[in-house]
């Protein structure tokens, strides 16, 4: 295979329509004598429900059905897809509220208009009738109740190796940190929306708006709608930011797609911000209790956490799947002897929550390497010495942690973390400006984290290729596009691979219909599962192409090669026959089906400056900066806009972004104004370094993920950068860093004398 | 709720004569009523800035603005921007420097450069920014758009565009 497209930051396929306002989002499809669907949600955290009138609302002009929970009672709980820990399913969240109401924002009724303007009318007509019972508010406090008997802890998870106590005993010293990392997510700019319709032709409920996992929830909604499976199907269009929100089953595309078949009308829904803010999963939020034992030179002996995770009212489609992230990859690049955690999954009156980008990782980067620049303080080496005294040796790859997560044991695959870190300071690790510029007063610093990612999760992915007479490819996966750009990197690779131009290369995805299965959007898999399967589908009709051609130029298969779509002798000498010709007489297809049990792991380093201003308390981030190792980069532009992408949104997380509750759990980011999302001036010039030192031994390409990197160390380095500013080693344990607090840390401590 | 009333929106060089309430917002009569869907709506509340379209050739939060209040006025969105087969130096800008992922703030973003530009050719960088400022993504962390914003004013000052 010669590398033509592989490693070329080639122009997206996916840009056009996007640009000309041709892009096909949730909102832009309708079809004629579609109803509309508006949400009624609960004001009260928590209550248990004596009535919901809903009389008002039926008697608008408009309005043609309202639904409570009557009227959907033979729907089951929306049921969970990754790590669903069958303890936690007493706590899933019905498409309506049953009995309680458990959240400020948890769907009351279902209001049903002839347009969107009347729904809303109508559902602000919509009373609520209910005891106010007493709100849980924070996961470390004592747990409270779910319902009667039963607790607000869902469920403890504990994971480990090693001898912990024996670690502990024979430390030099011991060092315990109380760290938290605040509520936010993912926001996409695009809010949810679905659109669902029974078509009495084919007897099949489509649905539109579909992202991230359509053929899960295309088997879930068939399951909870009593349907055949492929008397439901799904339609991915263009897709406004996933993040790991998007795309989950939550109870309006349920009641969406179960309006539809009740109606025999098309249904449309549209989410508005408000809604976003208080109904799509939040995440994040979890407190840590790390303590760790170490040596005299600080090394590592061993690490206890015990974390509490917030999990929000319900436990939605992730379960238990962000904790036990956190739990199982806390331990990051380092060589950790023996390790005990134990993660308290608790609800609270405050939105469910699942994964946003990075998920559990965000959180225990965080916490560890907070530990890290801990220890070196403690020890009193610089922050990065101490981390390249803890790193796991190239030569210890493969590296088994000994430790489980989403039903895989994690093996680091390959890495040079010493590596990284070298090219990572040289590059990007300068500190002689800070100095002049601390001179002169000013508050400023540098901090860096370490990480270690995952991708690539499987357990499987299945693409097929088919070339036409014109010689068009279409590539057909059930993966899906969140906005990524799977199609040019699916293409660039199936065009290599094959010997024809990337451009011809036209990739269908998130379509149901189109094939039977696929693993979809998320946890940095598709480049790595959907990439390999399309690179064994292109392989699959290129052999058929040249054992075809053969016969017809009365040679043998493995003297002929593919280039620019044009099959020849590799000699140069004889007849040439096209691609697209071939297809005229003999049909050329492939299938390629990629399985493997174990995610490959990317790592990298962040570096962050930052500049406090010590009397307002406000923190400016002036450079960002990442170094990563892909593996194999297929485009690089690509990844580098996933990895700036990821640090804005890091950003985010470590200064401005925080779901805030009063004391009875009324939300108070509801709106733009209140959730401070990053805009240009905050995110500063982000620096992207992308290496290959270690391409993965477990495809054939090298390939790990790049969806994550970004975001996973943003908010450790971001703390470590302003502990260097104020001077005051460990001053932060909380994330987001309001101004507030940053006031709060410098009038407790003194900013240390720069002179 | 009260009684729709006829009103012609001119977009894009086009005369779309529709029948609104008075309260319905400009992005939703350009969207539902003309059938231009390449303005979206991110927040109903003017911050996010993924509905700016121009009117009379100044951005415009087109959630913030009735439709009756368009009336008359020379709306200009991003269906507009292209010329045929041909994108607007704008347009060609985001591709080349990888200013968008997902594309649901980019026609946004798009139409407040290209008005801003054309109305400002020689903006300095920092107030360039200043202006990108106004407006949110979530997918590339700016870096992209800044790059592409820039690139494209050069073009832009080389062969101005005129209002259309």
Known sequence: MTAKFIGRSVPRLEDRPLLTGRGRFAADISFPGQWHMRIARSPVAHGKIRNVDVSKAKAVPGVYAVWTFADVAELPPIGFRLTGLVELEPYRQFVLARERVRYVGEPIAAIFASDPYIAEDAADLIELDAEHLPVTLSASEDPGFFEDNRSTEATVIRKGYGDVDAAFKAANSVLSLDLSIGRHSGVPLETRGVIARYDDKSDILEMYGAAKVPHWNRDTLARMLGRKTGGVQLFEGHVGGGFGIRGELYPEDVLACYAALKFRKAVKWIEDRREHLIAANHSRQQRHQIRAAIDVEGRILGIEDTFFHDNGAYMRTHAATVPDLAAAMLPGPYRVPAYRVTGHIRLTNKTPCGTYRAPGRYESTFVRERLMDAIAAKIGVAPLEIRRRNLIARQAMPYDLKLDTLGTRIIYDSGDYAKLVETAERKFGARDEIMQRRKKGEHVGIGSALFVEKSGLGPSDLVRISLDAAGEIEVVTGSASVGQGIETVVAQICADTLGVDYARVRVIHGQTDRIEQGGGAYASRVTVMTGEAARRAAEDLRNKALTAAAALMQTTADKLQIAEGTISAKSGAGPTMTLAALAKTYPLTGEGFFEYKHMVYPYGVHIAQVRVDARTGGVTVEKFSVAYDIGRAVNPMLIEGQIAGGVAQGVGGALFEDFVYDANGEPLSVTFADYLMPTAREVPEIGILITEDAPSPLNALGLKGAGEGGVNAAGAAIAAAIDDAIGIPGAVTELPVSPKRVKALILDGTIADRD | ?164
């Open chain 2, 1 to 164: 709720m009260t009684a729709k009333a006829p009103l012609t929106l001119h977009i894009n060089g086009r005369d779309h004569a529709i029948s609104v309430e008075p309260r319905r917002t400009l992005v939703d009569a350009i969207r539902e009523d003309c059938g231009q869907t390449g303005t979206h709506i991110g927040c109903e509340h003017g911050i996010c800035g993924a509905c700016t379209i121009l009117v009379d050739g100044e951005p415009v939060r087109s959630c913030l603005m009735f439709a009756q209040q368009a009336a008359g006025k020379k709306i200009r969105t991003v269906e507009g921007l292209a010329d045929g087969d041909t994108l607007h130096p704008m347009q060609q800008a985001f591709m080349d420097h990888h200013g968008l992922q997902c594309g649901f703030c980019t026609p946004g973003f798009l139409m407040l450069a290209v008005g801003v530009l054309e109305r400002e050719p020689d903006i300095s960088d920092e107030d360039l920014l200043d202006v990108l400022a106004s407006n949110l993504c979530r997918c590339t962390g700016y870096q992209g758009i800044i790059k592409a914003v820039r690139a494209a004013a050069k073009e832009m000052r080389k062969a101005p565009q005129t209002s259309k």
